[in-house]
């Protein structure tokens, strides 16, 4: 059974930093491009960020792009999101999925939640 | 990047009806079209993928079609349990935006 179980949200400050963790288990992880999704309380889904199977390429959404940085590390089947210079819109309940063979979003943890305030 | 329209936001319908929820890209993405629900407090689940394609152990009541920038999401006949949120996602490229959802409330 794929489990993917995110850590790491806090309550930040604005501009300050956090790091959340996905851990990955019941597959191969090392095989599979992963992805952060996040949803405002309230909103919408948005993709955030990729970071393919081998680690050679990532993506990242505008608003993200320059202050989050996506990295996985294959020994520990674990993915990582650094985010820096925080904002209060980024607050989110932030999911780790699963991209599968045919390039879908199928599996998704229960996400963590980060809250930019003062 | 190429922009998502869903509609409509919301929409109330009956046990039995069929509903039908659209998004519409601006760029062409071939059938590269996902659509999610989401019931409120849990994680999205994968409906359809390949804007056609059911996902296993998804009721057949629900459909997919489309292709190009124009594509549907059906239930036909709605059930208690379909009340949630739906959105599509285009993924033929990043960034692998969303729609903004629908909204579904089962009277």
């Known amino acids: 059974e794929v489990q993917l179980v995110e850590s790491g949200g806090a309550v930040v400050q604005p501009g300050g930093s956090l790091r959340l963790s996905c851990l990955a288990s019941?597959?191969?992880?090392?095989?599979?491009?992963m992805h952060w999704v996040r949803q405002a309380p309230g909103r919408g889904l948005q993709w955030v960020s990729l970071?393919?199977?081998?680690?050679?390429?990532?993506y990242y959404e505008d608003s993200v792009k320059g202050r989050f940085t996506i990295s996985r590390d294959d020994s520990k089947n674990s993915l990582y999101l650094d985010m820096n210079s925080l904002r209060t819109e980024d607050t989110a309940l932030y999911y780790c999925?699963?991209?599968?063979?045919?390039?879908?979003?199928?599996?998704w943890g229960q996400g963590t939640l980060v809250t930019v305030s003062s | 990047d190429i922009q998502m329209t869903q509609s409509p936001s919301s929409l109330s319908a009956s046990v039995g009806d069929r509903v039908t929820i659209t998004c519409r890209t601006s760029?062409?993405?071939?059938?590269?079209l996902a659509w999610f629900q989401q019931i409120p407090g849990k994680a999205p689940k994968l409906l359809i993928s390949a804007a056609s394609t059911l996902q296993s152990g998804v009721p057949s009541r629900f459909s997919g079609s489309g292709s190009g920038t124009d594509f549907t999401l059906t239930i036909s006949g709605l059930q208690p349990e379909d009340a949630a949120t739906y959105y599509c996602q285009k993924y033929n490229s990043a960034p692998h935006t969303f729609g903004q959802g629908t909204k579904v409330e089962v009277k």
């Open positions: 999925v699963r991209e599968t063979a045919q390039l879908v979003l199928e599996d």
């Open positions: 019941g597959f191969t992880f090392e095989d599979y491009t």
């Open positions: 970071l393919n199977w081998n680690g050679h390429s990532t």
């Open positions: 760029r062409p993405i071939v059938t590269f």
